[in-house]
């Protein structure tokens, strides 16, 4: 048989085309691999330039910082280990004294912290109680200096003199033993009696801090009146006094004495307030 005779080999070779027909299109975009590469250098190819998102290079920033804190944490107990395991047992000793110290000191400046803490979330109510008693308190001095009207319980002593014969020094008596009774305010005829209260006598009348009076001479104290008319009616008390110059003394008991008569503030020439 002569090479031309037609085969069927041959026949099947003249009916199929010369050249294959393209490939799918979703053949065609996977690009080939490079010839004799290996399956190593494959991986590597495809994890290399790496294609890493914003979140991933922020934990990798955080995961350096936490290590590298780590590291210089680790090498300061290891330096601190190695120190303290060279030292003597007196640099111990010291060193254990140093820190009782220092955590006693940490402790009291906590306390104090909490105390000011404690104090500023009660400064309003602090700042109201200080008003308060700074304002009872001077109105307690106001009542000892008599530049503050006054009410409470008392007596009223009223002394009638006919004859004249009451003299400045027996009203002083008075006076002196309503205070030592327990007299808060008095007054004497419409003036205010005070602790350098002074009389005298002047023209057959009495003169209070230079205010003349006349009888009847009208006392009004505030204080304890149990205290008070007992102190005036003891045996050779301030009420025999005045009988035997033939006065006319009554004392009657209240439940509420007002002491209005008031005296002007004086400001002092040389004496001021002092820090302590």
Request: charged residues 30%.
């Amino acid at each position: 048989m002569s090479d031309q005779e037609e085969t069927p080999g041959n026949r099947l070779r003249k009916e199929l085309p010369e050249e294959l027909p393209a490939t799918a299109p979703e053949e065609a975009e996977t690009p080939p691999s490079e010839p004799g590469l290996t399956g190593r250098q494959r991986l590597v190819q495809g994890l290399w330039p790496p294609r890493a998102t914003r979140a991933q290079l922020i934990v990798a920033v955080l995961l350096f910082g936490l290590g590298f804190g780590l590291a210089v944490q680790v090498a300061s107990n290891s330096d601190s280990d190695s120190a303290l395991r060279g030292a003597r047992q007196e640099d111990l000793v010291r060193i254990l004294d140093e820190l009782g110290d220092r955590t006693q000191r940490l402790q009291d400046e906590k306390q104090g912290l909490e105390n000011q803490r404690d104090e500023l979330e009660n400064s309003s109510d602090q700042a109201e109680e200080a008003r308060k008693q700074t304002v009872e308190k001077e109105r307690q001095l106001g009542i000892l200096a008599g530049t503050v009207a006054a009410q409470g319980p008392g007596i009223t002593m009223t002394i009638d003199d006919t004859k004249g014969t009451v003299e400045a020094d027996m009203l002083l008596d008075a006076i002196q033993e309503l205070r030592a009774a327990g007299a808060e305010a008095i007054q004497v005829n419409g003036v205010r009696v005070v602790a350098n209260t002074f009389l005298s006598d002047s023209d057959k009348s009495v003169s209070v801090d230079g205010n003349k009076i006349t009888a009847p001479f009208r006392f009004k104290v505030i204080g304890n009146p149990q205290d008070l008319e007992p102190a005036l009616n003891i045996p050779g008390g301030v009420v025999q006094t005045l009988e035997k110059e033939q006065a006319t003394v009554t004392v009657e008991r209240s439940d509420k004495i007002v002491v209005d008569a008031l005296r002007a503030a004086k400001r002092p020439d040389y004496a001021r307030s002092s820090p302590r």
